[in-house]
């Protein structure tokens, strides 16, 4: 199995008007085409996260994850959901409140994709748990981060696959 690390930084090479959901550019085909399981980390600068959102992370990497959310109908409808995200505070005294996000690889579970991404631009974004776009506790924009994307190769075997999935 041949493991695959994406790094996707705020601060190179990202275009958009807010982090809190940022486009990126990444040529997937350099990777095989082939089933992954993708995991995450996440850390972020500073801020005044005051814990009263539930901060999730959404990526678009041009392919249906194996994810699904519930809804208003019967319906299993995919999402880009990829976890959930732990806040940790530093300082609880003046000058104010310091606290920063995180999410470790271990911190949510793997998703499955069917096949390499495919997406030439990549886009990221945070939201709560309204789905409304992230911000802090103060209601400004999220501070820079690091996102590490960990695609693990999966072997599977094709009839078995084709079996469950069609």
């Known amino acids: 199995m041949n493991d695959i690390i994406v790094v996707f930084n705020s601060r190179v090479g990202a275009t958009g008007t807010n982090r809190n959901d940022l486009t990126y550019n990444f040529d997937w085909s350099q990777l095989k085409d082939t089933h992954y399981t993708i995991n995450f980390s996440l850390l972020m600068e500073t801020g005044t996260w005051n814990g ?3 901060p999730m992370l959404f ?30 505070i530093l ?3 003046a000058p104010g409140l310091a606290t920063y996000l995180y999410a470790a690889e271990s911190d ?4 499955h994709l069917n096949g390499r991404p495919t997406q030439t631009n990549p886009r990221i974004t945070f939201r ?10 103060a209601g400004a924009e999220i501070g820079h981060y690091v996102l590490t994307i960990h695609l693990t190769e999966q072997h599977i075997n094709t009839k078995e696959h084709f079996d469950r999935y069609h």
């Not at 990526?59 to 940790?88: C, Q, R």
């Not at 709560?128 to 506790?137: K, Q, R, S």
């Open 91 to 93: 300082q609880t005294s």
């Open 59 to 88: 990526t678009h990497f041009g392919n249906t994850p194996l994810v699904f959310k519930t809804g208003d109908t019967t319906v299993a409808a995919n999402t880009e959901f990829m976890g959930t995200l732990k806040s940790e």
């Open 52 to 54: 009263n959102k539930i």
């Open 128 to 137: 709560d748990a309204t789905l409304a776009l992230l911000t802090d506790g």
């Open 108 to 111: 949510n579970p793997g998703i």
